[in-house]
């Protein structure tokens, strides 16, 4: 089942941690399965709401581990550390997925994988990803709590059954589930109080109806009015679902009841939020101000904030938008960059030759073929000539036709801590509201031309080699997000320290910091040289030039020899 979850939003090292097992099979391996099943029966946007696990064995010298993918993506932060009103705003949406999970846990087949689910491990299991609820650290306990079930029972209400109201404690065992879930005695509990005629199936006696005593007045015309009156309620309240139902039907669970009653109290709600607008809608803009006591003044009308009008005789303004003004650095660097584009997925790339682009290999992960795009190249087609391995290499090399108007970069092999650097990509966190970056997504080659990368600074924090594996990891402060993948970290003389690659939040428990990685430019090299490519290489250090004639130093950072 692809989930499409890959947003990295914590980890979790498998130590003091009992997993929860349904035959013999700990649950977070059947998250294939289970997804499917809750997408199935309760909807997507429910099954998102538990996280992906993706467990790393123990090699016998290490814990095992497990990292936990959403779908969701955006700032990640415990629900507990939120403010009282984005915890609301969260707590709705996780407590009306819930509510549509609870009947899955009466399922014969999966019922007690998705109770055993809701195990879990803490408080800071409950994360806010971009406004919306996901679990992590779901199935699985503190260890020695599977076999105590009251202290289980303590847990989840401690945790999750905070807002999942009466929601029954998740089950730690297949046996359990039956006990409690699947007997009889279990299904007669789940079935609300039936009425007599209706446990019997015996029709109910009709009543005796009298006959009209002479000299007695006959029935009032508005009987039957409100007669009709009562059957078209009752016809409208049949029409709410659970309201109609038919005699002898013992399997009415607590869920149907539950979804009632929401369904009502929502109806309520509505209804006066409905009153409400009308009432106001009554009132014009100025007098409803008026009334509310405020001082605000009315928005200016739109024709006061449209853009200036040429003056009298000035040409007018024609042709698309034009590409915003960069400065000489933005410039330079806009022009080795590239937009990346490998079936339904984006990222970035740069060029190291007029015909070689780098970028990372999970950006075209097993394709022959892509497409790049830049202002200044437009759209051409890529052949991906080489990959590397599966080890701490993340790295792919494109072939492209020569393109005259690209700007390759240099790399060097010598970063230093606190130096400063440049991220630039094509992130679809930002780009997402770029009309350029749009419309060349729909097919529209020409907004190429408009085609701007986005620019982060930072410096580097920390240098982290990798003697093993030929590359050191740099860790720096420029931002970096989704789509940055494959882009090059820059220094201040325009050469390419690295390639931004990844980004880990830390563990949920923690402040919401992210460690931006670069693979740096030393893997690059030897990735290249094994595939009988010379990168253009200048370790020279970046320092400032001397100052120009006049006292005034140029405005940017040139190589000098030690």
């Known amino acids: 089942m692809e989930t499409g979850a890959d947003f990295f939003v914590g980890g979790r090292v498998l130590q003091n941690v009992s997993l929860i097992a349904i035959d013999d099979t700990p649950v977070i391996e059947s998250f294939a399965d289970l997804f499917g099943f809750i997408s199935q029966r309760s909807g997507r946007e429910v099954a998102l709401l538990f996280a992906e696990p993706r467990v790393s064995r123990s090699n016998g010298a290490a814990h095992s581990r497990v990292d936990w993918y959403a779908r969701h993506e955006g700032i990640v932060r415990p629900l507990e550390d939120l403010d009282a009103s984005s915890a609301l705003t969260v707590t709705r949406v996780l407590e009306t997925r819930l509510a549509a999970l609870r009947p899955l846990i009466y399922d014969p087949a999966n019922g007690a994988r998705v109770s055993a689910m809701l195990n879990l491990l803490s408080s800071g299991s409950i994360l806010s990803v971009g406004g919306q609820p996901v679990l992590v650290d779901w199935g699985m306990l503190p260890a020695g709590l599977i076999e105590d079930e009251a202290a289980r029972v303590r847990h989840f209400a401690g945790i999750l059954g905070a807002h999942a109201g009466d929601f029954p404690a998740p089950v730690a065992s297949r046996a359990e589930w039956v006990r409690r879930f699947s007997s009889p005695q279990a299904a007669h509990a789940m079935a609300p109080a039936a009425k007599p005629e209706a446990e019997t199936g015996a029709p109910r006696a009709a009543a005796a109806v009298p006959a009209s005593v002479p000299g007695e007045p006959k029935p009032h015309g508005r009987c039957a009015v409100l007669g009709s009156l009562g059957a078209g309620i009752a016809l409208a309240l049949s029409f709410i679902p659970g309201v109609l139902a038919f005699p002898g039907d013992k399997w009415i669970t607590p869920e149907h009841a539950r979804a009632l009653e929401i369904a009502r109290s929502v109806l309520e709600r509505t209804n006066q939020r409905i009153a409400q607008i009308d009432a106001l809608l009554l009132l014009d803009c100025p007098a409803f101000l008026q009334r509310q006591g405020q001082s605000t003044a009315l928005p200016p009308r739109m024709t006061a904030i449209d853009p200036p009008q040429p003056a009298p005789g000035s040409p007018a303004p024609a042709g698309p938008p034009q590409t915003p003004q960069m400065t000489g650095k933005a410039d330079r660097i806009s022009k080795g960059v590239v937009l990346v584009i490998s079936g339904n997925y984006t990222g970035s790339g740069f060029f190291i030759a007029p015909d070689l682009i780098v970028t990372n290999q999970h950006v075209v992960e097993d394709r022959r073929q892509a497409k790049v795009a830049s202002k200044v190249v437009g759209v051409v087609d890529a052949q991906v000539i080489a990959t590397s391995g599966d080890g701490l290499d993340d790295y792919a090399l494109l072939r492209v036709a020569p393109q005259a108007n690209a700007a390759p970069f240099k790399l060097t092999t010598r970063p230093e801590l606190m130096q400063n650097a440049i991220a630039a990509g094509f992130p ?135």
């Open 428 to 562: 679809g966190l930002v780009m997402g509201n770029d009309d350029a970056f749009a419309s060349l997504i729909r097919g529209d080659a020409s907004s190429a031309a408009r085609l701007v990368p986005n620019f982060t600074a930072g410096i580097i924090n920390h240098l982290q080699p990798h003697e093993g594996a030929g590359v050191t990891f740099i860790v720096h402060s420029a931002d970096i997000s989704k789509g940055n993948s494959g882009g090059p970290l820059v220094d201040m003389c325009d050469r390419v320290l690295g390639i931004n690659t990844f980004g880990i939040p830390a563990d949920a428990r923690d402040l919401p910091v992210v460690a931006r990685y670069a693979l740096g430019s030393d893997g690059i090299a030897a990735f290249l040289s094994s595939h009988s490519v010379t990168p253009p290489k200048d370790d020279a250090v970046c320092g400032p030039p001397a100052p120009a004639a006049g006292g005034a130093a140029p405005p940017v950072q040139t190589p000098r020899q030690n």
